[in-house]
C-alpha cells in the first residue's frame, strides 16, 4: 500500500470511484503538477525554503517516477535550491511532457 501512496495522492479518489462503481479516472497533467506545486508550498511553509526545498526532492522523486525524461529532470532538481527555480523548472517539465 505505502507504495501506492508515494507520489500518488490521487489514489484515493481513484479507489473512491472504484468502489462507487464509477469509472476510475486518469490524472492529467495539470492536476499533476497543481498537486506538485501545492506540496512544495505546504512544505516551504512548514519547514522554510532551504529545507523544504531539500526534503521535497525526495517526494518528487515519486512524483515523476514512470514520466517521461524522469532520471534527467531528478538530477536537475537536485541542485536546485530555491522553490522559485523549482516551480519554475517543474513547469517547464509539465510543459514538454
Do not use: D
Not at 489514489?11 to 497543481?34: A, C, D, H, N, W
Not at 514520466?67 to 523549482?86: C, M, V
Request: net charge positive; proline share 3%; with cysteine.
Amino acid at each position: 500500500m505505502e507504495e501506492l501512496l508515494f507520489g500518488n495522492p490521487w489514489i484515493f479518489k481513484q479507489v473512491q470511484e472504484y468502489l462507487k462503481g464509477k469509472p476510475v479516472s486518469k490524472v492529467g497533467k495539470t492536476e499533476r503538477l497543481e498537486g506538485i506545486l501545492k506540496h512544495i508550498q505546504l512544505q516551504v511553509e512548514y519547514l522554510g525554503e532551504n529545507t523544504g526545498i531539500k526534503e521535497m526532492r525526495k517526494h518528487l522523486s515519486y512524483y515523476l517516477k514512470n514520466l517521461p525524461n524522469a532520471s534527467s529532470i531528478r538530477q536537475k532538481i537536485n541542485t536546485i535550491e530555491t522553490k522559485q527555480e523549482l516551480e519554475t523548472c517543474l513547469t517547464e517539465y509539465f510543459k514538454t511532457w
